[in-house]
């Protein structure tokens, strides 16, 4: 891995540390706004595992139940930061899907 996508896992790494620590203190719109910069900046950098987590946590932010969504897809973002394969979002998706239902 090169460093430059090093330096971007480092960077979400922290963004998730960041909202990790402080998702309960926050309004449904600060979470899905975070979680949209870092869908972004995951997508900017091909990370799709990430990108799919962080859209659907920025989706599910506004909706009832977001405390719940939010620390479990918070849960995967270390599988999602770690993952080199696009098909690893569908299996993180599913794993969110059933934790949730």
Do not use: W, Y
């Amino acid at each position: 891995m090169d460093e430059s996508l090093k330096d971007v896992r480092r960077q979400l790494g922290s963004r998730l540390a960041d909202l990790r620590a402080r998702a309960e203190r926050l309004s449904p719109l600060d979470v899905h706004q975070r979680m949209d910069a870092i869908r972004d900046m995951a997508a900017h950098h091909g990370m799709a595992a990430m990108e799919g987590l962080a859209n659907f946590s920025a989706q599910h932010a506004l909706l009832p139940g977001h405390r719940v969504a939010t620390l479990a897809c918070l849960e995967h973002a270390q599988e999602a930061l770690e993952s080199h394969s696009p098909a690893d979002t569908q299996a993180i998706l599913a794993a969110l899907a059933v934790r949730l239902h």
